[in-house]
């Protein structure tokens, strides 16, 4: 008995290591779903469910921060009690976030279908890959030649036959403009919250001025409108990316 006890006690550091700790985020209104949880520690993440609960592997003293587009960041520090019950975290909203917002029926956008349309421009970018291969050769440097990138984007959208827009649209030096000088449109959240990297920051403007939003999103009072529309273009955007580079 004595063997097995000391058996048990040796190894208690390796199986601390494989476990995995299971948690729920919410706030003071609901569940908080699609926060990201980082184990700082071991270099890993992972998001929590639309019902605010996530999975990820730690170890004792492991840090994890968890953090949203609306709330503030908070840091967790693992302890034995985390491995054995369910980790409950409450994260308190950023108030200052966002100034009150109008929403209105007429400058809404239409639901945009971003798997189905996604899919199609990645399909499309490798049958062009597949006929102009000189045009995807990497630079010297093994890096990706974003003029090319951002050529080929602009020409997939400048195909599609479309009706003349009856709107002013938005450009690439709105969107540069916008994210210089705008106190809550920056760059810390083009980084940490869209996930869009100081290299690719130039070519994602380009999608979203061949995008053709209304440029009446621009206003103040339609902020939110904006920000939905920009996490929905940097997740397709994230897509192609990730599609040509695998096609190279």
């Known amino acids: 008995m004595l063997k097995i006890t000391l058996l048990f006690f040796l190894l208690l550091p390796y199986i601390l290591l494989g476990q995995v700790v299971s948690g729920k985020i919410y706030d003071k209104d609901d569940t908080v779903k699609g926060a990201k949880i980082t184990n700082t520690t071991k270099q890993t993440s992972t998001y929590s469910t639309i019902k605010g609960d996530f999975y990820i592997k730690a170890s004792v003293n492991d840090t994890l921060i968890i953090s949203s587009l609306f709330h503030l960041k908070q840091a967790v520090i693992i302890n034995s009690n985390y491995t ?50 000189h045009l995807y050769k990497p630079m010297a440097s093994g890096n990706i030649d974003f003029v090319e990138l951002s050529k080929l984007i602009r020409k997939l959208f400048k195909s599609k036959k479309t009706k003349k827009p009856l709107i002013s649209a938005t450009t690439y030096e709105q969107f540069d403009s916008l994210f210089a000088n705008d106190k809550f449109f920056n760059n810390k959240l083009l980084e940490n919250n869209l996930n869009i990297s100081k290299k690719h920051k130039g070519l994602f403007f380009d999608y979203c001025d061949a995008k053709k939003l209304d440029s009446n999103l621009l206003k103040k009072e339609n902020n939110f409108i904006l920000l939905d529309s920009l996490v929905l273009f940097s997740q397709d955007f994230l897509k192609i990316i990730d599609n040509y580079n695998k096609s190279k």
């Open 84 to 133: 054995k019950t369910k980790v409950v975290i409450e994260l308190k909203k950023d108030i200052n976030t966002l100034d009150v917002v109008l929403l209105t029926n007429k400058t809404e956008p239409k639901p945009f279908k971003s798997k189905a349309y996604t899919q199609n421009l990645g399909l499309q970018i490798k049958n062009d890959i597949k006929n102009n291969p």
